[in-house]
């Protein structure tokens, strides 16, 4: 819609009246949810109000190959900034995932889109909890870091080795009930 010329915030207030939807939650519980995400957007949208004005692609779907694999993703957002672009990605909390990983996913994105041919001068990561933007280096030496973790992590996959790796996240992890590190 914001791409059609619409004015952000009635895009991002009409989206979620339309759009808002999570599968196994109904009634107030389901209005509550949907009324604080309303919020948070609407704050969000009013605080970056220009960044909105860029946009070029929303969920964009990423593949390319590294050490026998495809790496897939789907980039949240890319924004046009000059003649290069800027990849982002939202978090509805800074709680799930460590900063270093998150970074990781948006320079795998950044990586993903020059495999493409695509000039992406930034990268940035959203938090709708507070309204903020942390901006993400993208140049040739955390891209190459990058690149090099991405592989010998496929590199371990494909050799199955699956080394515990404990972190102030393990508590609040999904996977906690059959995560080796716990049954040490």
């Known amino acids: 819609m914001i791409k059609d010329g619409h004015i952000p915030i009635s895009a991002v207030a009409r989206a979620v009246d339309q759009h808002f939807f999570m599968p196994y939650v109904d009634g107030a519980r389901l209005e509550k949810l949907k009324a604080d995400a309303r919020a948070k957007l609407l704050k969000f949208s009013s605080d970056h109000t ?3 004005r860029g946009i070029q692609e929303v969920e964009s779907r990423i593949e390319f190959p590294m050490e026998h694999a495809t790496v897939a993703g ?40 020059q495999s ?10 959203a938090f709708l909890q507070d309204s903020s933007v942390v ?14 973790t991405a592989r010998n992590y496929i590199q371990g996959i494909n050799s199955r080795e699956f080394p515990a790796k404990s972190g102030p996240f393990c508590s609040r992890c999904d996977y906690g009930t059959i995560c080796c590190w716990k049954a040490r």
């Open 50 to 52: 220009e960044d909105l």
């Open 74 to 113: 789907r980039v949240d957002l890319i924004l046009q900034q000059g003649d290069s672009l800027e990849v982002r990605d939202y978090k509805t909390s800074g709680k799930v995932v460590t900063p270093d990983e998150a970074a990781l996913q948006i320079r795998l994105y950044a990586l993903g889109l």
């Open 116 to 125: 493409c041919g695509k000039t992406v001068g930034s990268a940035s990561l």
């Open 135 to 148: 901006p993400v280096t993208v140049g040739a030496d955390e891209l190459d870091a990058a690149r090099t």
